[in-house]
């Protein structure tokens, strides 16, 4: 068995060229290394999974008690970071997953596009302007610009609808970003390199996961057997004749 996931940090955004001089902008992230801290089994607490912890310079004195006590059973460093991720089924002559194993980036050697979990920036309070999109009153004398206006009719229905774009709280939400194309692997400095934007600031932790549904390549980009789409409707009219 094998972990499909890993924890790590986002270090920053640059740009790459590929072989036709194309430049593509990247998100460089830190994933890992990671060590395993405990492994969920089917007999003892209904499901497979495995718990990993972010391994970075954390004193033993800013971890808790029972956290040193729990690390303690797999032999682990003191971490701060810590999630459950899932188990598939290994290769044929590899060892299952136990505690105390490393999970480094190589496990998205074989991957193509990953998805990327991060906490978006904190905005604080902020206004429909920013927070939805709105485009505000009338920008002259006498107006005030940055305001929703009527949020509802003193008739009908005499009440605010549930689910109001209103000011509030903006950001510092959980975000998903599936399918970023791997551009890159640094197996010495655990560095992954992907294409387009991750959430959150940067040193912002990340959880980064083999994508679940990815994008089918076109044709000329995934080798011969990419599925021809010109020919795959032409045959399926033919058998609708």
């Not at 505690?99 to 906490?119: E, H, M, N, Q, S």
């Not at 302007?129 to 107006?143: A, E, Y």
């Not at 774009?165 to 692997?185: A, K, Y």
């Amino acid at each position: 068995m094998a972990v499909t996931g890993i924890l790590g940090k986002k270090i920053g955004m640059t740009q790459v060229f590929d072989d036709k001089g194309e430049v593509h902008p990247i998100t460089v992230l830190q994933a890992g290394p990671c060590v395993v801290t405990q492994l969920k089994t089917m007999a003892k607490d209904g499901y497979e999974a495995a718990q990993i912890g972010l391994v970075e310079f954390v004193k033993a004195s800013k971890i808790t008690k029972p956290q040193a006590g729990h690390l303690a059973k797999s032999e682990a460093p003191p971490v701060k970071e810590i999630r459950e991720v899932g188990i598939e089924l290994a290769a044929e002559g590899q060892d299952g997953v136990k505690a105390g194993d490393r999970v480094l980036v190589d496990i998205f050697a074989d991957a193509k596009f990953v998805d990327v979990i991060g906490t978006s920036k904190g905005r604080g309070f902020a206004g429909v302007v920013r927070r939805h999109k709105f485009g505000g009153g009338p920008k002259s004398h006498g107006h005030m610009f940055q305001v929703q206006g009527s949020i509802g009719a003193s008739s009908f229905p005499s009440r605010v609808f549930p689910g109001q774009r209103m000011p509030g709280h903006f950001g510092q939400d959980q975000v998903t970003v599936r399918n970023l194309r791997i551009r890159g692997i640094d197996l010495d400095e655990n560095l992954l390199m992907v294409e387009g934007a991750v959430p959150g600031p940067r040193d912002g932790y990340v959880y980064i996961t083999k994508a679940k549904a990815p994008p089918r390549e076109r044709r000329g980009f995934a080798g011969s057997g990419t599925v021809d789409p010109l020919k795959a409707s032409k045959k399926a009219t033919a058998k609708r004749k």
